[in-house]
T-cell receptor, first 114, second 117 residues
Framework: AQKITQTQPGMFVQEKEAVTLDCTYD???????LFWYKQPSSGEMIFLIY??????QNATEGRYSLNFQKARKSANLVISASQLGDSAMYFC???????????FGKGTTLSVSS | DTGVSQNPRHKITKRGQNVTFRCDPI?????LYWYRQTLGQGPEFLTY????????KSRLLSDRFSAERPKGSFSTLEIQRTEQGDSAMYLC???????????????FGDGTRLSIL
């Protein structure tokens, strides 16, 4: 069965520092997609970045990059130059085999201090 | 670009009552999803529509739950005879795409928070 594991319940970082949020996944499907979402305290889920299993390069979107290590089945999110507005819950997710739903991890709470 | 809209934002009701939530997806998106999120957890998939067809339902979707998407536009999620365990945030998302493995991200609404007294 497909599974997403996020082992860090909470992470703390100071402004302007970089932070890595861990995500490991389990799937037997050779083709899959991995997503990261941000959920501020207000509740909306905001899409951050996508990585396809056959993509040759790690995905980047502005200050977000995805450290994709296929052999280790990890898809860590790296946020460079953290800002106070980055404080939120971050979820790693995988598209299910039918491509009809996302399977989410339990999330990591990121707190950025000044 | 108007995002996914969900109404109401909050719903408080007594146990045993029926409730209905509405989701208006992004207009050009043919796929629509419902998720449920409880405190401290990631969202859990409930059901999925491609246009007006409901193609997949999770085991979480008991027979008290029903979802519709008439004409492939907005969707409603109804919960009958609500129970304490139904208290959660109900999230709607939409995306475009027809491929089985789609790289199109799902865009989420702000959710409807349901509280059962």
């Amino acid at each position: 069965a497909q599974k997403i594991t996020q082992t860090q319940p909470g992470m703390f970082v100071q402004e302007k520092e970089a932070v890595t949020l861990d995500c490991t996944y389990d799937t037997s499907d050779p083709s899959y997609g991995l997503f990261w979402y941000k959920q501020p305290s207000s509740g909306e889920m905001i899409f951050l970045i996508y990585q396809g299993s056959y993509d040759q390069q790690n995905a980047t979107e502005g200050r977000y990059s995805l450290n994709f290590q296929k052999a280790r089945k990890s898809a860590n999110l790296v946020i460079s130059a953290s800002q106070l507005g980055d404080s939120a819950m971050y979820f790693c997710a995988m598209g299910n085999q039918a491509g009809t739903a996302l399977i989410f991890g339990k999330g990591t709470t990121l707190s950025v201090s000044s | 670009d108007t995002g996914v809209s969900q109404n109401p934002r909050h719903k408080i009701t007594k146990r045993g009552q029926n409730v209905t939530f509405r989701c208006d997806p992004i207009s050009e998106h043919n796929r629509l999803y419902w998720y449920r999120q409880t405190l401290g957890q990631g969202p859990e998939f409930l059901t999925y529509f491609q246009n007006e067809a409901q193609l997949e339902k999770s085991r979480l979707l008991s027979d008290r739950f029903s979802a519709e998407r008439p004409k492939g536009s907005f969707s409603t999620l109804e919960i009958q005879r609500t129970e304490q365990g139904d208290s959660a945030m109900y999230l709607c998302a939409s995306s475009r795409g027809t491929a089985v493995i789609s790289n199109q991200p799902q865009h989420f609404g702000d959710g409807t928070r349901l509280s059962i007294l």
